[in-house]
């Protein structure tokens, strides 16, 4: 099934709404996006924000992994990041991946 783009754009705009009401959100490119193929260290925030995101925001969403599992494991869901687990977790099931177009007949 596909989902109107203006239904990932929305949820999109939460989750960067919700990162910057918890300061996760970088208001200058980090000095990695300049140049990605050498440089590989990059916290989880800016791999949402400048890699995932985007992505998904432009259309480019097919065939991507779902954000949720990735994301998780570097939350502190003590201190922040809980509604924006959730949040991606909603994205997720608003994105078309590889996964959920295949067939599923052995």
Not at 2 to 15: H, L
Not at 76 to 103: K, N, V
Request: charged share 20%; with cysteine; hydrophobic share 40%.
């Amino acid at each position: 099934m596909q989902y109107p783009i203006n239904s990932i754009s929305t949820q999109i705009t939460r989750i960067e709404e919700a990162m910057r009401a918890e300061g996760l959100w970088s208001e200058k490119d980090p000095a990695w996006v300049g140049r990605y193929e050498t440089c590989v260290e990059m916290n989880v925030w800016q791999w949402l924000q400048y890699v995932q995101l985007p992505l998904r925001r432009t259309g480019h969403h097919q065939n991507l992994p779902f954000l949720a599992p990735a994301i998780s494991q570097h939350l502190d869901l003590q201190y922040r990041g809980e509604y924006i687990l959730q949040l991606i977790i909603e994205l997720d099931a608003i994105t078309p991946h590889a996964t959920t177009q295949q067939s599923r007949i052995k």
